[in-house]
């Protein structure tokens, strides 16, 4: 039973196509997120829900944007992909606001390719 | 702002011999502190935490850290490597300024040899 389930697991895609991630959480947690990790291995944090509110929204392009229909769900929309965009996309839950006290329970990623 | 660097992009040890991983941190207040393993292609795991209780932290598959706020580091050990822990490494800090996230650091990716 996964904890934090992701679909696709992979994603080729050609540029300027739209594509959508999908998150979704069984742990019964109020935040989510969803973090990219490029191709040096470096996670930087994209967007966090708690209780399907956006509360992080770091500098990310405006062709991302991310949608919690419940706060068990978190995906992720891609508008006009570029080749920039290539990377693993995680997406994560906590059981406290910010996971200071618990950390993240993460998924197990989607990589994402634009050609 | 708060912040991890990790001192080693890669380390490299022979199997039955200890590992040492290192993370300094910076912060503002007194900081939560959290290690991520990551195995090739594979998702995140926690490995083992740091919220102001004990200052030597004992993780999984024998992993542990030390906190010294004199040194502002928190190194991962383990006492004897095994080639299943051939993987990515990510010290982690707590940012509570403003919305809280965790801050990720550069990792370090552990080899083992035979």
């Known amino acids: 039973d996964t904890a934090v389930s992701q679909t696709p697991k992979y994603l080729v895609t050609q540029m300027g196509n739209d594509k959508s991630i999908k998150c979704e959480q069984n742990?019964?947690?109020?935040?989510m997120y969803w973090y990219k990790q490029d191709s040096k291995k470096f996670l930087k944090i994209m967007f966090s829900?708690?209780?399907?509110?956006?509360?992080i929204n770091e500098t990310v392009p405006n062709r991302f944007s991310p949608k919690s229909p419940d706060k068990a769900h978190l995906n992720l929309h891609i508008n006009s992909l570029e080749l920039g965009d290539s990377a693993v996309y995680f997406c994560?839950?906590?059981?406290?606001?910010?996971?200071?006290?618990?950390?993240?329970?993460f998924g197990s990623g989607t990589r994402l390719t634009v050609v | 702002a708060q912040s991890v660097t990790q001192l080693d992009s890669h380390v490299s040890v022979s199997e039955g011999t200890p590992v040492l991983l290192r993370c300094n941190y910076s912060?503002?207040?007194?900081?939560?502190l959290f290690w991520y393993v990551q195995h090739p292609n594979k998702g995140l795991q926690l490995l083992l935490k740091?919220?102001?209780?004990?200052?030597l932290v004992k993780g999984i598959n024998g992993f542990e850290a030390e906190f010294k706020k004199s040194e502002t580091s928190f190194h991962l050990t383990k006492p004897s490597a095994h080639m299943s822990d051939a993987a990515e490494y990510f010290c982690?800090?707590?940012?509570?300024?403003?919305?809280?996230?965790?801050?990720f650091g550069a990792g370090t990716r552990l080899a083992v040899h035979p």
């Open positions: 994560a839950s906590s059981q406290d606001r910010g996971g200071t006290n618990y950390g993240y329970t």
């Open positions: 829900y708690n209780n399907k509110e956006l509360i």
């Open positions: 742990l019964g947690h109020d935040t």
């Open positions: 982690v800090v707590s940012d509570r300024n403003g919305y809280n996230k965790l801050i």
């Open positions: 912060s503002s207040y007194s900081p939560s």
């Open positions: 740091y919220t102001s209780a004990a200052t």
